[in-house]
């Protein structure tokens, strides 16, 4: 399958060029996914010590859940960035917070880069965001890091994430924080909503 044919968003970041969206394809982005997921600075994401089967078999299991998705981020047309987008309401927060209509769960990963880039994980959130908000139907986006995962936080914030508060999660204790359209363009824009 061409990227280009599966390509769902694009945006393009001033300082660092095309951003792109496509569906995470398992026959051909298990290995990419499991170096991301199983490396050492990927310790958030729990998977350390699971095999290429195992990874396969998570991502199976979100491809099947019906209101989970995974995706795989480009930079420039390249493999860059993993991001998983959810209904909070049905997967991942059930009854842990009051769910409003519009509200839509995310997950983001930048993998450990050989040569980093000044601003690459502010521009993929950034991306992320704007994915998820380009859906008519998105009113509010749910984020729910590891309350030790500091660096994610200021980076939620930086895109206008308000924290609500802490919530306990079965594998974690987590930062519940919540983003609007208008949060998202005031805090990228400048606009005022």
Known sequence: MSTAAATLYTRTDPALGEFAVR?????????????WVTHPKAAFWMMQ???VDEVTAAYRRVAE??????????????PAFLLERYDPAR???VG???????????HFLCPAAARPVHGFTLAVIT???AFVLDDPAARRVVVEPDLRNTAVHALNAAVGFVPAGPISKPEKEALLSFCTREQFLAATT???G
């Open 49 to 51: 010590g699971l095999s």
């Open 23 to 35: 569906p995470l394809d398992l026959n051909t982005d298990a290995a990419v996914l499991h170096a």
């Open 190 to 192: 400048g606009a005022r």
């Open 65 to 78: 859940h019906p209101h989970h998705e995974a995706f795989l981020g480009l930079w420039q047309g390249e």
């Open 96 to 106: 842990l917070y009051p769910a409003q209509p519009g509200d839509v769960g995310m």
């Open 91 to 93: 997967a991942e927060l």
């Open 127 to 129: 991306t992320v965001v």
